[in-house]
């Protein structure tokens, strides 16, 4: 059971160059996030898909875009990326909705830096 | 506006001794909790839970206490482990509204001295 996956584990982008991050869960979980982590700044949720067809913004949206592939997949995309994006970022997907127990579980995490 | 708060960056515990972290939330709308460790390079790992329904939730070593009127929880560790040390991140939503986002506080890294 891989849980959630996230690749790259680790991207160099230069200023301006985009990049799509992916995510897969085959817990079969309704709801999917993407969240970055920052020092000082805790975790903060930058999109969300409450539902396959549905996404929402959270926290810090601006310069990210994302896609429900289907139900398992949930991808970030930088059209255009800036040093202020250089961070972790974290997948994470929850039951969300249905009978099970609330709870996010994450992945691994990806490093991008931007230069 | 920081919607979920943990105000201390830093705790360093003895091997054997309790530790609290705390966590305050402002959102009333807030009804279901969680606490998450994270290691470094890795993902966050989850804890424990509590719903805004109970005041304290055990599992192990680990009870959270949730108080309502303060928007207040804490998680204790007893005893602490040196395997405890790690960060520690509280996450809150509204779960009964039907928002499923979990917001996160700044985390509380703790240091279990051996």
């Known amino acids: 059971n891989a849980g959630v996956t996230q690749t790259p584990k680790f991207q160099v982008l230069k200023t301006g160059q985009s990049m799509t991050l992916q995510c897969a869960q085959d817990m079969n979980h309704n709801s999917m996030y993407w969240y970055r982590q920052d020092p000082g700044m805790g975790l903060r949720l930058i999109y969300y898909s409450a539902s396959e067809g549905t996404t929402d913004k959270g926290e810090v949206p601006n310069g990210y875009n994302v896609s429900r592939l289907n139900k398992r997949e949930f991808s970030l995309r930088l059209e255009s990326a800036a040093p202020s994006q250089t961070s972790v970022y974290f997948c994470?997907?929850?039951?969300?909705?249905?009978?099970?127990?609330?709870?996010?579980?994450f992945g691994a995490g990806s490093r991008l830096t931007v230069l | 506006d920081q919607q979920v708060k943990q105000n201390s960056p830093s705790l360093s515990v003895q091997e054997g001794r309790i530790s609290i972290l705390n966590c305050d939330y402002t959102?009333?709308?807030?009804?279901?909790f969680l606490w998450y460790k994270k290691y470094p390079a890795e993902g966050p790992t989850f804890l424990i839970s509590i719903s805004s329904i109970k005041d304290k939730n055990e599992d192990g070593r680990f009870t959270v206490f949730l108080n309502k009127s303060a928007k207040h929880l804490s998680l204790h560790i007893v005893p602490s482990q040196p395997g405890d040390s790690a960060v520690y991140f509280c996450?809150?939503?509204?779960?009964?509204?039907?928002?499923?986002?979990?917001?996160f506080g700044t985390g509380t890294r703790l240091k279990v001295l051996a």
């Open positions: 994470a997907s929850s039951e969300f909705g249905g009978t099970g127990a609330n709870v996010l579980t």
């Open positions: 996450a809150a939503s509204a779960a009964r509204v039907g928002t499923y986002k979990y917001i």
């Open positions: 959102n009333s709308m807030f009804d279901y």
